[in-house]
């Protein structure tokens, strides 16, 4: 399985991404998606995710700045960024379940990364 990320880059805070997650197969072959990021020095973040049924988990700092997504034809995951803040910058990843919860399951397959970068 491969994940490949697109959509990073840099941003003025305030400004708005949308990251973008390819499944190389069917995304119904998981139980479901969800997006990570990373800051130097810090731990890995479960940012967001969706189960393959459509329940969705954020955390408490992107709650209603952050919309996950996706589109089942396309196999693709969707991570839309708004009102974004300095401390949004990190390694964004894209990761799938292939068991629940997705708010606390370790996935199996991780992509390579996007970064996002949020000036002040």
């Known amino acids: 399985v491969q994940l490949v990320e697109s959509g990073g880059g840099l941003v003025q805070a305030g400004g708005s991404l949308r990251l973008s997650c390819a499944a190389s197969e069917s995304i119904f072959n998981f139980y479901g998606m969800g997006w990570f990021r990373q800051a130097p020095g810090k731990e890995r973040e479960r940012v967001a995710a969706?189960?393959?049924?459509?329940?969705?988990y954020y955390a408490d700092s992107v709650k209603g700045r952050f919309t996950i997504s996706r589109d089942n034809t396309k196999n693709t995951l969707y991570l839309q960024m708004t009102s974004l803040k300095p401390e949004d910058t990190a390694m964004y990843y894209c990761?799938?379940?292939?068991?629940?919860?997705?708010?606390?399951?370790?996935?199996?397959?991780w992509g390579q990364g996007t970064q996002v970068t949020v000036s002040s």
């Open positions: 969706m189960a393959m049924g459509g329940s969705t």
């Open positions: 990761a799938s379940f292939l068991s629940l919860p997705i708010t606390t399951t370790t996935p199996r397959y």
